[in-house]
């Protein structure tokens, strides 16, 4: 099959595993399809003039950069208005060397990819990780933002061939939205189950229980709940990984808010801020701990967690919403907390932490989970199953 992945948004793909969160995931997708025998065409923004115009990557994944030189792109609006200058030219890319499915990436690459293929009879698939509404419910956008992409997000959905929806709860959203059920299918993101594995190196900690977490800075409420569970858990340490690189913490005001609350909640001496974690010393840290904590309101794809899992270590995580409320087995793989909690939070950390055998129980189970629902090699399955289901649609129309 060939297959066009368009990623307006992708920037200088590499293949070296050195790429945003959002770029790795098109990589390790563009590999996996390709993997099984498929000639894949990633399709994204030239916003460089130091770009190539076409350069291959993988065996069997080439990426094309389309669009004027000059479009270096800063957001959401920048994308959107560079629309048009993207759909022309990858209009006739996709008529020249023509694909069996045409597959989106966000909702800018839909729109662009939509209108590209409207006159060519060629199935478009559209995936959402996560949707406006979901992050405007979850605070993570102001209410008075994402207008324009709150607006158009049912209808590109409604006009797609197919939808992948990252997680249940983005199923839930789409069928609110209007997108029929039957177009749905849910696709979570996948992760690298040889990079995250419980075998390799493990980072530097101490003899004491070890608790890591990964999060923005930002996330200040989320973060402090965490902060004041672990002042009723005196015994253990607590990594805080996220933010800008450790040498530039000091002059970051959500650092040095959190680092006050530290304080005047007496554990500062149990917390370490680690700053930004470079991707290969992800796994290490992981495998160091004892447990993942993830208390973000909203994680549309609970990659963290999913890799956390990988690496054997059990997660708490938050049971707002999103990819992690799918991905993490409450009582089987870990723990689901509701936000806001701390001093349940608290009372489950301590459970786990003094029964070690429960710990070990759930690090197999964790691993095991990780492993057959999330591969690349799965996901690319139920990806594949979704293009079929588009094109046979198509040719029967």
């Known amino acids: 099959m060939k297959i066009a992945l368009v990623a307006q948004h992708a920037v200088a793909l590499s293949g070296d595993g050195t ?35 076409r350069a291959e990557i993988e065996p069997g994944v080439t990426v094309e950069y389309i669009g004027p030189p000059d479009g270096q792109h800063h957001g959401v609006p920048d994308l959107l208005a ?6 022309r030219p990858l209009h006739e890319r996709l008529r020249e060397n023509r694909p069996d499915v045409v597959h989106a990436l966000r909702w800018t690459s839909g729109l662009a ?91 530097e900690r101490g003899a004491r229980p070890h608790l890591v977490t990964v999060a923005d800075l930002s996330e200040h409420d989320a973060l402090a709940t965490l902060l004041r569970a672990i002042s009723t858990v005196p015994g253990a340490d607590l990594v805080i990984a996220g933010g800008p690189p450790r ?17 005047t909640l007496g554990v500062r001496a149990q917390v370490t801020f680690a700053g930004q974690v470079a991707r290969a010393a992800l796994p290490p840290l992981l495998r160091s701990a004892d447990l993942f904590v993830s208390v973000s309101e909203y994680d549309p794809t609970g ?11 059990p997660v708490i995580a938050s049971s707002a919403s999103g990819g992690q409320a799918d991905a993490v087995l409450d009582g ?8 806001g909690r701390p001093a349940l939070l608290a009372q489950r950390i301590r459970q786990f932490l003094s029964h070690p055998m429960l710990l070990e129980a759930f690090s197999v189970a964790a691993v095991d989970r990780a492993r057959s629902r999330y591969s690349w090699n799965r996901i690319a399955d139920e990806t594949l199953a979704v293009y079929g289901t588009a094109r046979d649609a198509a040719m029967a129309a």
């Open 332 to 339: 089987t793989t870990g723990i689901l907390v509701p936000p």
């Open 247 to 263: 040498a530039e913490l000091g002059d970051h005001l959500d650092f040095r808010r959190l680092a006050r609350l530290a304080d």
């Open 82 to 87: 560079q629309v048009p200058t993207f759909s």
């Open 19 to 53: 790429g945003q969160a959002d770029d790795t995931r098109l990589l390790e997708l563009s590999r996996s399809l390709a993997d099984k025998g498929h000639r894949v065409t990633v399709y994204a923004q030239r916003n460089s003039a130091a770009l190539p115009g």
């Open 113 to 203: 990819a939509l209108a590209a293929a409207r006159d060519l009879g060629i199935p478009v698939v559209q995936s959402f990780d996560s949707l406006g509404v979901a992050e405007r419910r979850h605070h993570v956008i102001p209410r008075d933002a994402g207008i324009e992409r709150i607006r158009l997000e049912p209808a590109i959905g409604r006009s797609a061939s197919a939808v992948v929806a990252g997680s249940s709860d983005a199923e839930s959203d789409l069928t609110r939205l209007g997108v029929p059920r039957r177009s749905i299918r849910v696709v979570p993101c996948g992760v690298n189950t040889e990079e995250f594995s419980p075998e390799g190196p493990v980072a």
């Open 303 to 313: 990659t963290l967690a999913i890799q956390a899992m990988a690496c054997g270590t």
